[in-house]
């Protein structure tokens, strides 16, 4: 595969700067910017047949599991480039992310790219080398794609639309409505980074200690939990909407109530210190790295310790449990003993996250 990338990329590289119209025309100028910026950075078979879908043995799928997860996103994230990480990655890895949650073992992806015309070569060659490195990362091949190109003005620089093809082990069964009274709730990881991060570049923020994305692929730290313990009612990445959100689309599916102590949600000083100055809730930022995990009592502590052992799960905490009243509900407890009920977002706090 190396050296088919290196004849393509020996005889169509672009020499212009920028996109322009002619690179989204199906001619010969698009095909020069396929071969010398994606077929070189996402070098796979599949992807260099250059057929008009990717072919894949269901012999393949089947040995992965016996039940399809198939999803799909798009990102518009305003400023391109964020501390620790870029449009790029963040497409691959909430769309791994996506799969993960399912309990599926993510397998395949499509890129779909919207360019803006006018927009650098360089830049485009950095973010396809970010996909790159991310879906090595994770262990998935982006097997097929699209390409259009707009004119100037009709679009914000680059849009990008992934889907995520996956298999489900046999066995594994998790859905937000399996949530059950006495369960634990479980996070991975600190919350609010991506939203400050993406906040803070966006608005050239000066913060003393810097704050960056957590976007990261969470399918290894799922497949270990999993293992530590199979009996996981729910999982969901808490995205756009935040963790209160996640928790409040659990309790209405499962018709309980999820009680949650304040002191023990993750939330990094220079997080919360954002927050307050801004008057934004850490609860509802989105996050790229973390996830929301609902067990039974009988296995939480095995399940936590396992996503400590894990480097996407290193600020894993215990943050509540799960009651009978009132019914789809989010509570949020604080250390005086008192409590406030926790709403979904309504609205939207910081447009264009991811």
Avoid: W
């Amino acid at each position: 595969m190396s050296d088919i990338t290196a004849e393509h990329r020996a005889r169509s590289a672009i020499q212009e700067a920028r996109i322009d119209l002619s690179h989204g025309s199906g001619g010969r100028a698009m095909r020069d910017l396929v071969n010398d910026v994606f077929l070189s950075a996402f070098a796979n078979p599949t992807l260099a047949a250059l057929e008009d879908q990717a072919r894949i043995p269901l012999a393949d799928l089947c040995a992965a599991g016996d039940r399809l997860a198939f999803t799909t996103d798009s990102y518009v994230v305003d400023p391109l480039f964020f501390p620790g990480g870029d449009i790029g990655e963040l497409a691959v890895n909430g769309t791994v992310n996506d799969l993960a949650v399912s309990g599926a073992v993510p397998l395949y992806l499509s890129c779909g790219v919207i360019l803006e015309e006018g927009f650098a070569l360089a830049d485009l060659r950095r973010i396809a080398g970010s996909m790159a490195r991310a879906a090595e990362a994770a262990g998935v091949q982006i097997v097929t794609g699209d390409t259009k190109v707009v004119p100037k003005g009709a679009a914000d620089k680059l849009f990008i639309n992934t889907s995520g093809v996956g298999a489900i082990p046999a066995g594994v069964e998790i859905a937000a409505g399996r949530a059950r009274p006495g369960d634990r709730i479980l996070v991975n990881s600190f919350i609010g980074d991506h939203g400050v991060a993406i906040l803070a570049a966006r608005e050239e923020l000066a913060l003393q200690v810097p704050i960056e994305s957590d976007t990261r692929p969470l399918n290894g730290l799922v497949r270990a939990l999993l293992d530590a313990c199979p009996q996981v009612h729910c999982l969901r990445d808490a995205t756009r909407g935040g963790l209160a959100t996640v928790l409040n689309e659990f309790a209405e599916s499962a018709g309980v109530c999820m009680e949650l102590e304040e002191a023990a949600i993750p939330v990094r000083d220079e997080v919360r210190g954002v927050s307050e100055i801004l008057g934004l809730d850490p609860l509802y930022y989105a996050n790229e790295g973390v996830l929301v995990a609902v067990v039974p009592e009988s296995c939480a502590e095995r399940a936590l310790a396992t996503m400590r052992a894990h480097p996407a799960g290193a600020g894993a905490a215990s943050i509540g449990e799960i009651t009978a009243e009132p019914a789809g509900r989010v509570v949020m407890r604080s250390g005086f003993g008192g409590g406030r009920i926790v709403d979904m977002l309504i609205g939207e706090q910081l447009p264009r996250i991811c």
